[in-house]
C-alpha cells in the first residue's frame, strides 16, 4: 500500500509564510499516478481543493491561493506546498493526496494555524 505523510505546518502569523512537505512511499512523478494535489479542511467547512501538479509538472490552483502558495515536487517521493502572505482563513488541516492506478490515498494531514 502507499503511505503518506505531511509534515511543516505550524503556527505562523498573518502574512507569514510555511512549507508543507508530503513524502510517499511511491515515487510520485511517473506514469503511474494519475493524480497528485493538496486539500485542506477548515473547522465546521468541507475539505476543498487547493492545489494540484501533474507528472509533467503542470500546476493549477484555486482562486483563493493564487499568487501566495506554489505546489512543486521532486522526481523521487516528495511533494510541496510554499504558502505565502499567509491569511487567517488559511488555517485549516492540510491534506497530501495522490491518485495511483485508479485508487486515492491520503496522508493524515498537517495543522495550520494563522493568527496574530
Excluded: H
Amino acid at each position: 500500500q502507499v503511505q503518506i505523510v505531511e509534515s511543516g505546518g505550524g503556527l505562523v502569523q498573518p502574512g507569514g509564510s510555511l512549507r508543507l512537505s508530503c513524502t510517499a512511499s511511491v515515487t510520485l512523478f511517473s506514469p503511474f499516478i494519475t493524480f497528485m494535489g493538496w486539500y485542506r479542511r477548515a473547522p465546521g467547512k468541507q475539505r476543498e481543493l487547493v492545489a494540484t501538479i501533474s507528472n509533467r509538472g503542470t500546476t493549477r490552483y484555486e482562486e483563493f491561493v493564487q499568487g501566495r502558495f506554489i505546489i512543486s515536487g521532486d522526481n523521487a517521493k516528495t511533494l510541496y506546498l510554499q504558502m505565502n502572505n499567509l491569511r487567517p482563513e488559511d488555517t485549516a488541516v492540510y491534506s497530501c493526496g495522490i491518485q495511483r492506478f485508479g485508487t486515492d490515498y491520503w496522508g493524515q494531514g498537517t495543522q495550520v494555524t494563522v493568527s496574530s
